[in-house]
C-alpha cells in the first residue's frame, strides 16, 4: 500500500502561489496595477475589486492612473484607496484617479521588510501545518515501519523544498525593496 503526497506537494504549491500573490501587494519603489489589486470600492450596492470596475495603467514609474469604466465611482474608487493606507497620494479628476508613489524611505524599506519576513513566517506555519497533518495520517494508514519511515523522509524533503521555494519569493521581494 502506497501513501499519496500529492495533496501535501499541491498544498505546499499553494502556499508558494498565496506567498507570491500577498508580496505583490507590498509596493516597492516602482508603481506596479498589482499593488491596487486588493483594493475593495463600493460599487452599486456590493464590495468590488478595483480591477473589476476599472483599467489601471502606469503613467511612469511613480505613477498610476484608474480609469473607471462608470465615471460616477471615481470618487468611490479615489475614496477606496485613501481608506486602504498604502501610504501613497490620491487625487481625482473628472475621468479618473491618479495614484503617486512617493520615494521609499529607509526606515520605510525596513518596515516592509519586516512586514516580508511576517508573510513569509506566515507560509511557513501553514506549510508545516499541512506536514504535521500528512505525518499523523501517514502514521494512521497502518503501512509498514520501514514505509512509514520512508514517507516521512519523503514528506520532510517536500516540506524542505517548499520552505526553500517560499525564502526564494521572499529573498526577491526584499531584494526589490532594498534596490
Not at 500577498?22 to 460599487?43: C, K, M, N
Not at 487625487?91 to 519586516?114: H, Y
Request: charged letters at 35%; a neutral charge; zero cysteines.
Amino acid at each position: 500500500m502506497t501513501y499519496d503526497l500529492s495533496t501535501l506537494k499541491k498544498s505546499g504549491a499553494e502556499k508558494a502561489e498565496w506567498l507570491g500573490n500577498e508580496l505583490q501587494g507590498i509596493r516597492t519603489g516602482r508603481a506596479t496595477p498589482a499593488l491596487l489589486d486588493a483594493v475593495s470600492v463600493e460599487v452599486y450596492g456590493s464590495r468590488m475589486k478595483i480591477p473589476q470596475v476599472a483599467s489601471i495603467t502606469v503613467e511612469d514609474a511613480r505613477t498610476l492612473y484608474v480609469n473607471p469604466w462608470d465615471k460616477e465611482q471615481v470618487k468611490s474608487i479615489e475614496k477606496a484607496i485613501t481608506i486602504a493606507d498604502l501610504g501613497i497620494s490620491v487625487g481625482s479628476d473628472a475621468n479618473g484617479v491618479r495614484v503617486s508613489f512617493p520615494e521609499l524611505t529607509t526606515e520605510r524599506r525596513g518596515q516592509l521588510t519586516k512586514l516580508v519576513r511576517a508573510k513569509l513566517e506566515e507560509a511557513r506555519i501553514a506549510v508545516k501545518g499541512v506536514r504535521t497533518k500528512t505525518l499523523a495520517d501517514i502514521e494512521k494508514s497502518g503501512v509498514s515501519e520501514n514505509e512509514e519511515s520512508r514517507l516521512k523522509a519523503e514528506v520532510q524533503k517536500i516540506v524542505d523544498e517548499t520552505n526553500k521555494k517560499l525564502e526564494e519569493v521572499a529573498e526577491k521581494k526584499e531584494k526589490d525593496l532594498l534596490s
